[in-house]
């Protein structure tokens, strides 16, 4: 439902942009948003989107990051700039898709990629 690309490693102050499309029944999509799991830490929202556009964003990775996502594409990005070590974590897209049979949202996960920041 959800497929994402654009993993890699990257140097420090390095860019990476990600992407994530959804597929299958889609009626409509609310949030999208992308979180991130580093090893041993807890899963945390890196960013996310509505549908018409307010984002919002993890203190850690404000002015550096940007969320936008193309609705006619069911698509949502990560630009990622300026990367740091710490930035390194297996990055999760995330959404709130309404199929078309139905009137709730149901919540949905990708595989993950790995982005890995190191000299």
């Known amino acids: 439902q959800l497929v994402e690309s654009g993993a890699g490693l990257v140097q420090p102050g390095g860019s990476l942009r990600l992407s994530c499309a959804a597929s299958?029944?889609?009626?409509?999509?609310?949030?999208m948003g992308w979180y991130r799991q580093a090893p041993g830490k807890q899963r945390e929202l890196v960013a996310a989107?509505?549908?018409?556009?307010?984002?919002n964003y993890a203190d850690s990775v404000k002015g550096r990051f940007t969320i936008s996502r193309d609705n006619a594409k069911n698509t949502v990005y990560l630009q990622m700039n300026n990367l740091k070590p710490e930035d390194t974590a297996v990055y999760y897209c995330?959404?709130?898709?309404?199929?078309?049979?139905?009137?709730?949202?149901?919540?949905?996960w990708g595989q993950g990629i790995q982005v890995t920041v190191s000299s």
């Open positions: 299958g029944s889609i009626f409509r999509i609310k949030t």
């Open positions: 989107i509505t549908t018409d556009g307010p984002t």
């Open positions: 995330n959404a709130w898709i309404q199929p078309p049979d139905s009137s709730f949202y149901s919540n949905y």
